[in-house]
């Protein structure tokens, strides 16, 4: 499979709770991004990885959420203690490349709804 | 820092109609332009890019001009179709050394028969 794969695509929670996502990038890539998109914007930068290395952190990322990425493969976001304002669609995003250049590929995304 | 400010929506057209979705941005530097597309249902595809001045980026009947003097990208169309409807987003990625990329916040198309 060539493409970014995240699971789970919806996930529903109480507040409170821990939530994690997984997401499988392109294989071949060094490189991982995870973004979020609230209803009616555009998506935010969260966070970026370099293999194994988390390498800036937005500042939308608060103490409760940490990402990480083990051996430089696949990466998980948990986000602890959940509230409504995380509701979003949480992407995942690799570099690949179109007409020569460098772009981000996007994941179908995972959906949290915090009740 | 970076910013994408883009029409807002939603923009409405029947089929066959020219579509034009405006997009200014503020970058230092020389970045990157590409506008991506979300299907109803689907994640974000790259329907587009320019990465220099006065480039052209074009797919699917779309295209857009990279603007500098402008700071501009808009995105036209001469044709729309119903399978056209969706939200578009145009965005920019610096050249500082990883492809991080500001999004505008989308403009949603819909096209009636």
Redesign the interface.
Known sequence: DTGVSQNPRHKITKRGQNVTFRCDPISEHNRLYWYRQTLGQGPEFLTYFQNEAQLEKSRLLSDRFSAERPKGSFSTLEIQRTEQGDSAMYLCASPTSFSGANVLTFGAGSRLTVL | GNS?TQMEGPVTLSEEAFLTINCTYTATGYP?L?WYVQYPG?????LL?A?KADDKGSNKGFEATYRKETTSFHLEKGSVQVSDSAVY?C?L?DHGG?????????TKLQVIP
Not at chain 2, 42 to 46: A, D, K, N, R, T
Not at chain 2, 98 to 106: E, L, M, S
């Open positions: 994408v990157s590409f689907e994640g974000l595809q790259l890019k990465t987003f965005a990625s990883y492809q991080k990329v500001t999004f505008g916040t989308g």
